[in-house]
């Protein structure tokens, strides 16, 4: 009779009597479960960083974050054709574009001020208050911020000594946007002649300003924006003289 033989293959087989008894079905599929949890979570991307809302961000270093004239010019002329639903007359609706870029006028004022400080690493803005500088601070740094160019020409008055003009050979706006026949005397220009007033008004510079067409044969939407001073500055330039 051939005896048994127990090869090191079936070892395993044999029941240890100190070992503890193996796990069940289920408390083995407990354990994977919770492994293949802790797998994902940790093999889970990191989460994206907070979104920076544009009141948080660096005012200083938002100057090429610039708005292409198309699209510019598209929006204000949905602003116009809006404006124009609510009101019944020409003067009427200039006078609601000029409010609407007064208010854009103060702030614009408000933002270029505290960028100059912070690029001159100054503790308060530094502020002109002679007429002609700031006339020429408008009629070249407001104007390049806002359409890309400076204006035209900056001229005083003939009529009097209160009176200053801006001139635009080919306004932003006007050449964007085709008037009818019914609106001819519109000057959808307004817009800008609120904005100077805005930006003087921020300034400490009271006055009232308006847009005027006045064509030639080379530029046929050429606009005036008119600049009538209140007789406070002229008193105050009067008194810092020459």
Same mark, same amino acid.
């Given at each position: 009779?051939?005896? =048994?033989?127990?090869?090191?293959?079936?070892?395993?087989?044999?029941?240890?009597?100190?070992?503890?008894?193996?796990?069940?079905?289920?408390?083995?599929?407990?354990?994977?479960?919770?492994?293949?949890?802790?797998?994902?979570?940790?093999?889970?991307?990191?989460?994206?960083?907070?979104?920076?809302?544009? *009141?948080?961000?660096?005012?200083?270093?938002?100057?090429?974050?610039?708005?292409?004239? %198309?699209?510019? %010019?598209?929006?204000?002329?949905?602003?116009?054709?809006?404006?124009?639903?609510?009101?019944?007359?020409?003067?009427? =609706?200039?006078?609601?574009?000029?409010?609407?870029?007064?208010?854009?006028?103060?702030?614009?004022?408000?933002?270029?001020?505290?960028?100059?400080?912070?690029?001159?690493?100054?503790?308060?803005?530094?502020?002109?208050?002679?007429?002609?500088?700031?006339?020429?601070?408008?009629?070249?740094?407001?104007?390049?911020?806002?359409?890309?160019?400076?204006?035209?020409?900056?001229?005083?008055?003939?009529?009097?000594?209160?009176?200053?003009? =801006?001139?635009?050979?080919?306004?932003?706006?006007?050449?964007?946007?085709?008037?009818?026949?019914?609106?001819?005397?519109?000057?959808?220009? %307004?817009?800008?002649?609120? =904005?100077?007033?805005?930006?003087?008004?921020?300034?400490?510079?009271?006055?009232? *300003?308006?847009?005027?067409? *006045?064509?030639?044969?080379?530029?046929?939407?050429?606009?005036?924006?008119?600049?009538?001073?209140?007789?406070? *500055?002229?008193?105050?330039?009067?008194?810092?003289?020459?």
């Amino acid at each position: 009779m051939s005896r =048994l033989t127990i090869t090191s293959s079936s070892t395993s087989a044999i029941p240890n009597p100190q070992a503890p008894p193996p796990p069940s079905k289920q408390r083995q599929s407990s354990y994977i479960a919770s492994q293949l949890t802790n797998l994902s979570i940790s093999s889970a991307p990191p989460p994206p960083p907070p979104l920076t809302s544009i *009141v948080d961000r660096p005012v200083n270093r938002m100057r090429g974050a610039e708005v292409g004239m %198309a699209a510019w %010019a598209f929006l204000y002329s949905g602003i116009v054709a809006y404006s124009q639903s609510r009101v019944d007359s020409v003067v009427e =609706l200039e006078k609601r574009l000029a409010s609407l870029g007064r208010e854009a006028g103060q702030r614009i004022i408000a933002l270029q001020m505290l960028r100059n400080t912070q690029t001159a690493n100054l503790k308060d803005p530094k502020r002109e208050h002679r007429l002609i500088p700031i006339l020429q601070y408008i009629h070249t740094q407001i104007y390049r911020y806002c359409f890309g160019k400076a204006a035209d020409g900056l001229e005083k008055s003939v009529d009097g000594d209160d009176e200053y003009m =801006l001139t635009s050979n080919q306004p932003p706006l006007t050449q964007h946007i085709s008037t009818p026949r019914d609106l001819s005397q519109l000057s959808v220009e %307004a817009y800008t002649a609120g =904005l100077v007033e805005g930006v003087l008004d921020g300034l400490e510079i009271p006055a009232r *300003v308006t847009a005027h067409t *006045v064509p030639t044969d080379q530029y046929p939407n050429r606009t005036v924006i008119l600049i009538k001073l209140d007789q406070v *500055v002229m008193d105050r330039e009067a008194g810092l003289g020459k």
